[in-house]
């Protein structure tokens, strides 16, 4: 199974959470403590559904990145969504 988690700076740590698992957060010092801290939540919150005999979510969040350009868009111009 795979999540989509997205991770936030906070004013003095980071913060995550994952989209598709309401609640499902954690917090830590480092982007990479937050990653850690988050997969022990995913996996808590995954076995608890499934303790309470619920079907864990399917992943259904997009996660993508979009190219914004320097130089405003011209009128008429539609702006398109670029992978970089």
Do not use: W
Not at 19 to 35: F, M, Q, S
Not at 63 to 76: K, L, N
């Amino acid at each position: 199974m795979r999540y989509a988690i997205v991770i936030e700076k906070a004013e003095s740590n980071f913060s995550g959470y994952v989209p598709d698992l309401p609640g499902c957060v954690a917090t830590g010092a480092t982007v990479e403590e937050t990653e850690s801290e988050l997969l022990l939540a995913i996996q808590f919150h995954l076995d608890g559904l499934r303790e309470d005999g619920l079907t864990p979510p399917a992943a259904e969040s997009i996660v993508e990145y979009v190219f914004i350009p320097a130089q405003p868009f011209a009128p008429g111009d539609a702006p398109q969504a670029a992978r970089r």
